[in-house]
């Protein structure tokens, strides 16, 4: 348990550990490993998680939700990855993400279906290696016109729109600077290229936009921001994935004293051997520190201040720490902890993909420079 947690948050907590133990564990053990979450399932979690009040920890008031800052926030998503069960991924209603600020026609046909679940988004970043030129957008009239690619979009074969980054210019050639647009799935133009899947079981599709009309109004903000606005929830996002790192470490830690603890067929149990307890205590440091800077960020976000690179250090700190401690779970383990179905196996192949999204390591630690050394930001 961290310390000096409000007392309402140690209450949420202990809520939120009953809801795993009582609701979602049981039905996890309902599912063929093989196959996905069926629907029912997740279904069943939602309804359960709208009974209980969690799934309404991630959406506006003006929506009937009840928003969790981000101490509580932190603290709930830690819980769900300290579970290292797949049902936590749908105790949450969906958020606004980017939409946050719609107003208009953008939240009738976007945000408002989102926060009903009527709608699912994705979000296109990355561009591909092979691409010459980044997306781009031009402007004619009232629309403007799209071409380019997208390579690594999250639920982007089943989503009903796309959030794209472009570099947008007027007809004459000059530019607009950058823009987020809301590109419908199903609009003329818009081909998925390609769809795959990554090791934690992700799906996603490279998409390419040949000659996309998509009117003015569907610019998330205004153009010139784009870059900004994709920017702009990531501290938020940033934050989730810390906290899922850590819940990973939590996880590992306790299921590494129990096999330390248990029968070893040499006779003795392995935590007697000093050389085990060596591995065994750099886990819980590396746990203990992660953890530490994640609350203390957590902490100060409370307080509303700039904490964009306190931010990046916890991501890089938190997923780098975890990626160690599972592999290091699954040597103490040894070749069973790799065997299909196994969870350690499960979390080896869901912690690497920690240190690509929402920012490479190497990219983070970059621009954590960059706000030092240029724009004196950043606390130690
Ligand atoms: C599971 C998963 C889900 C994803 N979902 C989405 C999504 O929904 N939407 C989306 O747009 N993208 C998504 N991505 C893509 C992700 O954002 C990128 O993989 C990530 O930003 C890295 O970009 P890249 O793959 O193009 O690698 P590159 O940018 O080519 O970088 C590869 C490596 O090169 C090195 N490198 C690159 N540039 C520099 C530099 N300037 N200085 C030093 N080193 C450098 C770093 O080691 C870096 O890790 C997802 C990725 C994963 C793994």
Known sequence: MPDNLPEALVSLRKDANQFINEVLLPLDREIDDEQGVPRVVQEKVRQASRGAGFFYKTQPAEYGGDPAGPLELTMLRETWAAANCRLTQYIF?????????????????????????????????????????PSWARIEGESMLINGQKSYVTGGATADFVSVLVNVEYKDGSKAGTAMVIIDREVEGVKVEHEFSS????GHVSLVFEDVRVPLANVIGKLGEGMPRALGN???????????????????????????????????????????????????????????????????????????????ATKVFCTE?????????????GGHGLVRGHPLEKLYREVRSLRLVEGASDLLRINLVKGRLELEKGRI
Not at 100 to 127: I, Q, S
Not at 199 to 202: L, N, P, Y
């Open 93 to 133: 209603g969906p958020g606004p993400g980017i939409l946050h600020a719609a107003t208009g026609d953008m939240k009738k046909n976007y945000l408002d279906p989102v926060l009903r679940g009527d709608k699912r988004g994705a979000f296109g970043f990355t561009e591909p290696d092979s691409a010459t030129r």
């Open 234 to 312: 990531i501290g938020n996002v940033r934050m989730m994935v810390s906290a899922q790192a850590v819940g990973m470490c939590v996880w590992t830690l306790e299921f590494i004293e129990k096999h330390l603890l248990a029968p070893h067929r040499t006779g003795t149990p392995l935590g007697e051997r000093e050389g085990v307890r060596l591995r065994f205590a750099d886990m819980r440091i590396e746990t203990y520190v992660a953890r530490s800077a994640l609350y203390r960020t957590a902490r100060l976000a409370e307080t509303g201040e700039n904490i964009v690179n306190e931010t990046i």
């Open 199 to 202: 090791m934690e079981g992700g």
């Open 321 to 333: 720490a975890a990626g160690r401690i599972v592999d290091m779970g699954v040597q103490l383990v």
